[in-house]
């Protein structure tokens, strides 16, 4: 016997029981759309890069994982500035002084986690 629903499909077996499987058919509409932010600065010399870590994982999480990004950054684009800063608060707060400073001071802005 094989019983399909939108989003499960079930088969018994007479000699072994059922089975329950997803059924990978998506039964909703897909998201629309939205193109990403075109891309303004068109270089990153002369330009302030903040990377922002959010907090994911607690204060002991990998925050090295950012200064190797800005070491990255410096050997590859000897012209920019890098800010490594942690956002304060809980990883999903807001952070309005942070945002701020990013905003006056900053040209781009990387925001990521790192566990």
Known sequence: MVETTSRRTE????????FEVLNPACANK??????LTPRTLGTLEGKTVYLVDIG????????????????RFKDQFAG????????????AA???ELWDEVKERGDACIIGISC
Not at 30 to 35: D, G, L, N, Y
């Open 94 to 96: 807001d952070d309005p």
């Open 30 to 35: 897909a998201v629309e759309r939205i193109p």
């Open 56 to 71: 994911w994982g607690g204060p002991d999480a990998a925050y090295d994982v950012f200064q190797i990004i800005e070491k």
């Open 80 to 91: 920019i500035t890098t800010k490594v800063v942690r956002k304060n608060g809980f990883f």
């Open 11 to 18: 088969i018994s077996e007479t000699a072994g029981g059922a």
